[in-house]
């Protein structure tokens, strides 16, 4: 078992707050998560114990056991009783695109950790340019999804998505209660490749309603293309714009030496 201190900086270790939007099992989380995803913690590795982690990061016990529920719900580790807690999550040095795996664990961990509000979802026919991204004809339709994401009633996320490739359409309360990439799934549309740009905009009277903020205050942008593969091909399915308000979301990356 490596002692917490040797996994984290102390600047790490006195990093959680309930100051911030995430509750402190979502921050403990967070970081443990980036542990296992990075290779800090290997496959095998045994985790530090609840009662090590409530002192090294100054938590209760209680917060720690739910941080640590939270890997255990995604796959990360193992928990035996009278073994302690394991790493099951197997690290491998992979190029850029490779960390898909823990890109989309962390898309649907924050869907499930924030509350949503479904504005739109409705099948309607694209902009020219989003229909020509979808390789859709004109006329064709796809699935407009608008949605505002919150943490303890404080909005942090706008989001404006076209789905192309679903085989029915779903329902609002569907996307209010499940996260859209669980949703794909069962409809048998598997996401193989995402590619994201980040930029900053001004805040629209549109989403500066959303996002409880005014007009022409800075966003971060995001757009995020999702891709499939039919017959060995990749097909952009998921077209999806993101405007979150920096002083409610923090936008991280973590890179390995090869990928800078």
């Not at 979502?26 to 090590?52: C, H, V």
């Not at 679903?166 to 209660?177: I, V």
Request: glycine share 6%; with cysteine; hydrophobic share 40%.
């Amino acid at each position: 078992m490596e002692a917490v201190n040797t996994l984290f900086s102390k600047q790490q270790l006195d990093s959680l707050t309930e100051e911030s939007h995430a509750p402190l099992y979502y921050q403990l989380y967070s970081m443990l998560k980036n542990a296992i995803l990075n290779g800090t913690l290997e496959f095998g590795d045994q985790m530090p114990t609840e009662l090590q982690l409530a002192e090294a990061f100054g938590v209760s016990r209680i917060t720690a056991k739910r941080a640590m529920d939270e890997l255990a719900a995604e796959s990360l580790v193992e928990r035996r009783r009278g073994k302690g807690t394991h790493v099951i999550y197997e690290y491998q040095q992979q190029p850029v695109k490779a960390p898909l795996v823990g890109m989309l664990q962390e898309i649907e961990s924050m869907a499930r950790h924030s509350d949503v509000e479904v504005r739109t979802c409705e099948m309607l026919q694209p902009p020219a340019e989003i229909r020509e991204e979808l390789g859709l004809a004109t006329g064709e339709t796809a699935l407009l999804l608008e949605r505002t994401r919150s943490r303890d009633g404080a909005p942090f996320g706008y989001y404006v998505s076209w789905t192309a490739g679903l085989k029915r359409k779903a329902s609002a309360k569907q996307f209010a209660k499940t996260p859209r990439l669980e949703v794909f799934r069962k409809q048998g549309l598997e996401i193989t490749h995402v590619t994201q740009t980040l930029s900053a905009e001004a805040a629209t009277r549109e989403s500066a309603r959303e996002l409880a903020t005014t007009v022409g205050a800075p966003l971060l942008s995001l757009t995020r293309r999702s891709y499939t593969k039919v017959n060995g091909e990749e097909l952009l399915v998921d077209f999806m714009h993101v405007l979150y308000h920096p002083d409610r979301f923090k936008y991280q990356m973590d890179l390995k030496a090869d990928e800078i």
